[in-house]
């Protein structure tokens, strides 16, 4: 007779950030989401979990980090969830380096299998670690800034502070 392990449950908290309000979800294997108020595909709150500041620091001073533009990479366990096409998008959309961007058609290109640009576009439209998987460096053709979970104007914050101190260190 086996012992059924116990379920690893979400948790989660809200923290202050230069971009607004952040909810961060965590679970036993990394972190899930990050979520701004107002979220284009935000899973419903109830899946969260409850909340709790424990487990959270880290993700918190990395976050402050880079928004301050003193850290380019995140040294964090993540954990989203999605299909296998989602997470190949997601795993290609973490190659592109800071402060540079790609259009979602050279991204569809890089994925590979036939990917249409509408197709990664929905992938990385989904990407459930906004910013700690930087989907806001996939833009339209010609540079465009597009759709982004997050909202325009956060997209266009991120790039542009991505960009000025890539310029300061060179």
Not at 9 to 25: D, F, Y
Not at 54 to 77: C, I, K, N
Not at 160 to 165: D, I
Request: overall charge positive.
């Amino acid at each position: 007779m086996t012992t059924p392990t116990p379920a690893v449950t979400n948790c989660h908290t809200t923290t202050p950030s230069a971009l607004g309000e952040v909810t961060l979800v965590r679970d036993g294997d990394g972190i899930r989401g990050l979520y701004f108020p107002h979220h284009w595909y935000m899973p419903n709150p109830a899946t969260f979990g409850p909340t709790s500041g424990e487990g959270f620091a880290y993700t918190v001073a990395q976050l402050e980090q880079y928004l301050a533009g003193t850290r380019r990479e995140f040294d964090l366990p993540l954990a989203p969830a999605g299909d296998d096409f989602r997470r190949l998008v997601w795993q290609q959309v973490q190659q592109i380096p800071y402060g540079q961007t790609v259009t979602y058609g050279e991204l569809a290109t890089q994925v590979g299998g036939g990917a249409t640009a509408q197709q990664v576009g929905a992938a990385v439209g989904r990407n459930p670690l906004c910013i700690l998987i930087p989907c806001h460096r996939v833009v339209g053709r010609g540079g465009k800034l597009t759709g982004y979970a997050g909202g325009i104007a956060r997209k266009r914050h991120l790039i542009e502070l991505e960009r000025e101190h890539v310029a300061y260190r060179h």
